[in-house]
């Protein structure tokens, strides 16, 4: 294998457990970074991930296929003493994954 990109990934902490599995079945290995960030504070995963430019197609189609973007409702804040009954709540999409790709020059494991 000539690795000549890397994929750095950040996903939902929630849905990186099964993007692990499925990337190992496929022969992708990955480094894993633990974060926190985001609006929600919600835990992330960075992966990096070397792979060949003509294995990206499947890499895109394992994350899409393991890290759904979906819907979720959140309090919109500090509420006032003056508002009564529930706070207001906001509707907000969460998971998918962010990726970048970079070529490499080199690459060598040790």
Same mark, same amino acid.
């Given at each position: +294998?000539?690795?000549?990109?890397? %994929?750095? %990934? ?8 099964? $993007?692990?599995? %499925?990337?190992?079945? @496929? ?6 970074v633990n974060a926190?960030?985001?609006? $929600?504070?919600?835990? !992330?995963?960075? $992966?990096?991930i070397g792979v060949? @430019?003509? /294995?990206? #197609?499947?890499?895109? +189609?394992?994350?899409?296929? /393991? /890290? #759904?973007?979906?819907?979720? &409702?959140? #309090?919109?804040?500090? @509420? ?5 009954? &529930?706070?207001? +709540?906001? @509707? ?5 994954? %962010?990726?970048?790709? !970079?070529?490499?020059?080199?690459f060598r494991q !040790?």
């Open positions: +294998m000539s690795i000549d990109r890397l %994929a750095i %990934a950040i996903v939902d902490g929630t849905q990186s457990r099964d $993007l692990m599995i %499925a990337l190992g079945e @496929e022969g992708f290995r990955a480094t894993i926190t960030g985001g609006f $929600l504070h919600d835990s !992330l995963v960075t $992966l990096f060949e @430019e003509r /294995c990206l #197609p499947r890499l895109f +189609m394992l994350m899409e296929e /393991c /890290c #759904p973007r979906r819907t979720r &409702y959140v #309090p919109l804040g500090v @509420e006032t003493a003056m508002a009564s009954g &529930y706070p207001t +709540m906001i @509707e907000t999409s969460e998971g998918g994954a %962010a990726i970048f790709i !970079l070529p490499v020059e080199e !040790l």
